[in-house]
């Protein structure tokens, strides 16, 4: 923990999610408390050899919890590098005047019930190469002492929402989709089910892409009713939160869609993220007067389609209220290097079950100045 010599540490923040689309950067002055200005950022996409490399890591558990990769940790750090880099000469920063680097790395494997949690990148070689200060590790420490080490966003969210009418729902559509509910000093958060990491490998067996663009493959199938409820009776559901989620752990369930056209496997399962979310609704105090969208699935029109008709209030992205829906994350990974360093919580016991607020995050010193006589 360090007092701060100046009111306002200026930190980048650096994650690529589950979905592993690209690594998003953004650069934020931050106290690490109560004030926040965004300064900008930009996504960055892995070369496609990396990507590629860390899908199949991803899809080998034991391979992911187990095996030394240091060659794919040092091409994931080299990467990160190169985005922040890349970020700071686009936004004409000069990266002396950058205070902390938020390094998330890149998770490919997460199993809160082992207390293990696994990203690659090696915080220590990334400040070596930046010569700026890197905090890495955010999770870990909440792992460790039985939180479920997700959703992290949560306390970002309630910084940047303190001046909006309440009770808010924030949702995150990445590979998961989480939820953020706040209301007053009440900061609820866990993980509601998949968003778009089915639909996004289903899209690439069947149609070679990504994504499914605008959700235009979702509108032209038809749901399956009986395999959404299949998919839905789950327990996940029930339990009651804080909770999370591995980006694979529905894959197995959702073969069942394998039996259908593939136009109804993107519907159906487009469906299904929406019914899962609106599941979250039991496990709030009182019913949202608003829903924020995040992530990559507020631009699915299908999806987003879904949500107004199931959630019950507005469903907006997070843009109508001003804040950038690409970079959040990434913000927030500013926002938590910052405080880190301070010493302050990173997640509490509403928003990952861990049983006291917990700080987290480990710091790696940039390298000294070399000096000549």
């Known amino acids: 923990m360090v007092s701060m010599e100046k009111p306002l540490l200026r930190a980048v923040g650096a994650i690529s999610g589950t979905s592993m689309d690209a690594i998003d950067v953004a650069l934020v002055e931050t106290d690490g408390k109560h004030q926040v200005r965004p300064l900008g950022g930009r996504a960055y996409p892995y070369p496609a050899p990396l990507r590629e490399a860390l899908r199949a890591v991803i899809a080998d558990a034991a391979r992911a919890q187990h095996e030394p990769m240091p060659d794919l940790e040092a091409a994931v750090t080299a990467a990160f590098a190169a985005a922040i880099r890349a970020c700071l000469d686009e936004l004409e920063v000069d990266p002396t005047s950058v205070d902390l ?17 696994r990203q690659l990148g090696d915080g220590q070689a990334l400040a070596q190469i930046l010569g700026i200060p ?58 509601t089910g998949p968003a ?19 959700g ?19 327990p996940f559901f029930a339990a009651q939160p804080p909770k999370s989620l591995d980006r694979n752990d529905f894959h197995r369930r959702a ?16 469906a299904f993220t929406v019914a899962a979310t609106a599941r979250a609704l039991d496990h709030v105090p009182k019913k949202p007067l608003r829903w924020l969208v995040t992530g990559g699935g507020r631009r699915n029109a299908a999806m987003m389609r879904g949500f107004a008709a199931a959630l019950g209030a507005p469903v907006e992205p997070v843009e109508t209220v001003g804040w950038n829906g690409d970079l959040l994350e990434a913000e927030c990974f500013g926002y938590l290097a910052a405080r880190s360093r301070l010493g302050l919580p990173l997640s509490l016991p509403t928003t990952t079950g861990v049983p006291a607020p917990m700080p987290g995050g480990e710091y790696c010193p940039a390298p000294r100045p070399v000096t000549t006589v």
């Open 255 to 270: 073969t069942i869609v394998e039996t259908l056209t593939p136009q109804d496997q993107i519907a159906t399962l487009t």
């Open 216 to 234: 235009e493959i979702a509108a032209s199938g038809a749901v399956n009713a009986s395999v959404l409820a299949t998919l839905l009776d789950n």
């Open 134 to 191: 890197v905090i890495y590790r955010f999770r870990h420490a909440d792992v460790a002492a039985g939180g479920q080490g997700a959703p992290f966003v949560p306390l970002y969210h309630a910084a940047l929402a303190a001046g909006l009418a309440q009770p808010l729902m924030v949702l995150n559509l990445g590979g998961v989709a989480n939820v953020t509910y706040l209301d007053g000093g009440t900061i609820i958060a866990f993980d």
């Open 196 to 214: 778009s990491a089915l639909i996004d490998d289903a899209m690439q067996r069947h149609f070679g892409r990504d994504y499914d663009e605008n």
């Open 101 to 117: 680097v938020g390094f998330h790395g890149q998770t490919v494997f997460h199993r809160p019930e082992q207390r293990f949690t």
